[in-house]
């Protein structure tokens, strides 16, 4: 009989939780079920966010991938443009060296060639007084000696 008395006891016990306890637990349980199912509708509106603020940026990335490709082909342009420039300026420095090069040159020859002469005239000058001086030497030699003769002709034709 004391199992009847525990068993009633348990069974009462029961109604008694169920009485009191069904409108608790049942919107405890409701309001989880409310709750979870608030939870996972904010997480997929959360998660629709998400996805369409990673498809503006996606957007945005591939704008910005194009920019920086045009700003890349841009400045290939400026630096082929700015290459070319370089060198047209380089050829016209060459050619403005080679022109100078050339007049330098000209002048040199020009002033080696006016020094040639210079210095011919000069040496023959020098020679040509040293010829004339032999010469008059030597006229002066043959007058004297021809004079010499002469006189000595007539003394002894006199004698």
């Not at 709750?35 to 603020?53: C, F, G, M, Q, T």
């Not at 990673?54 to 290939?76: C, D, F, S, T, Y």
């Not at 020009?110 to 006229?139: G, P």
């Amino acid at each position: 009989m004391d199992f009847i008395w525990k068993v009633l006891n348990v069974v009462v016990l029961g109604a008694i939780i169920y009485k009191f306890a069904k409108k608790p637990l049942g919107n405890a349980l409701n309001n989880s079920a409310e709750s979870a199912k608030k939870l996972i509708r904010d997480a997929r509106d959360a998660e629709e966010n998400l996805k369409a603020e990673l498809n503006e940026m996606r957007g945005k990335i591939a704008g910005l991938e194009k920019e920086a490709e045009q700003m890349v082909k841009n400045a290939k342009e400026d630096a082929q443009i700015e290459k070319e420039r370089i060198i047209e300026e380089g050829k016209h420095e060459i050619e403005r060296m080679k022109r100078q090069a050339s007049f330098a040159l000209e002048q040199e020859r020009r002033k080696a060639e006016a020094d040639i002469r210079h210095w011919v005239s000069e040496e023959s000058i020098s020679i040509a007084e040293k010829e004339l001086k032999q010469e008059m030497n030597q006229n002066q030699q043959n007058k004297l000696a021809t004079k010499y003769m002469d006189e000595l002709n007539r003394t002894k034709g006199a004698a």
